[in-house]
């Protein structure tokens, strides 16, 4: 993992074909260049059988989604060779997190706006993950300033939504503003999370402390 938990793929298990698993992790759409790593999220032929449906009302975005189909391919026009298939450049990968990144926006703007009242604001953090990957993978290609703008991408997502999340998405995205503000030296910012992180933990502690009890582990397991 990195510093930001983006997993890294270093070599092959011993007797296996090596794959970065990162550069595969995204499914995009050849028709209308959806993109997710989840194939739930993709509209299928049933075959009988049970399958699992999209978290999100497909038929609600299917027709804004397609009236920028032609802006999406362009976007990928001068990567296509192997752009499907497992085959895919580190070039190619960043693309297709771009593409991830744009779906799970319009997503959220389209499905979740209908319902402003309702809005679930831990579905927005899906962007900010594809991001995390995408900077990782340009790191890795040198782009260094991109890939440090993308981050800053993530820390303006982070903390717009971030007063909206609630339990272990706000943790988790107290950690990871911390972290990111440490890495670009703006401790003030910083200490801001770790305050939070810390009292939290504290208030955490002292309500949920049955949590810690051996009736409900398993093993030494913690409850998070």
């Known amino acids: 993992m ?12 011993p007797g296996c074909d ?7 992790r995204v499914v995009v759409c050849p028709c209308c260049f959806f993109a997710s790593n989840d194939i739930n999220e993709f509209d299928r032929i049933s075959t009988g059988s049970k399958e699992k449906s999209a978290s999100f009302g497909a038929s609600a975005i299917s027709k804004q989604w397609l009236e920028k189909k032609d802006e999406r391919k362009n976007l990928v026009a001068d990567c296509l060779p192997h752009f499907f298939d497992e085959e895919r450049s580190l070039k190619q990968a960043i693309l297709a997190y771009q593409l991830a990144i744009i779906s799970s926006d319009e997503i959220f703007k389209i499905d979740e706006g209908r319902r402003p009242r309702l809005r ?15 900077a990782e993978l340009l790191m890795r290609n040198s782009e260094v300033n991109e890939a440090e703008n993308t981050l800053k991408e993530v820390i303006r997502r982070l903390e ?7 339990n272990e ?11 990111l503000n440490v890495y670009f030296g703006e401790y003030r910012q910083a200490g801001k999370y770790l305050i939070f992180l810390n009292e939290y933990n504290k208030n955490d502690s002292i309500q949920n402390r049955d949590d810690f009890s051996k009736a409900t582990l398993t093993g030494f397991d913690g409850p998070y």
């Open 2 to 13: 990195n510093l930001f938990g983006v997993p890294r793929y270093l070599e092959a298990y």
């Open 18 to 24: 090596f794959c970065d698993f990162n550069l595969i």
């Open 120 to 134: 679930n604001y831990n579905s927005a953090r899906k962007s900010t993950y594809f991001l995390f990957v995408k």
């Open 160 to 166: 717009f939504i971030f007063p909206m999340l609630t």
């Open 169 to 179: 998405f706000s943790i988790r995205s107290a950690y990871l503003l911390g972290l």
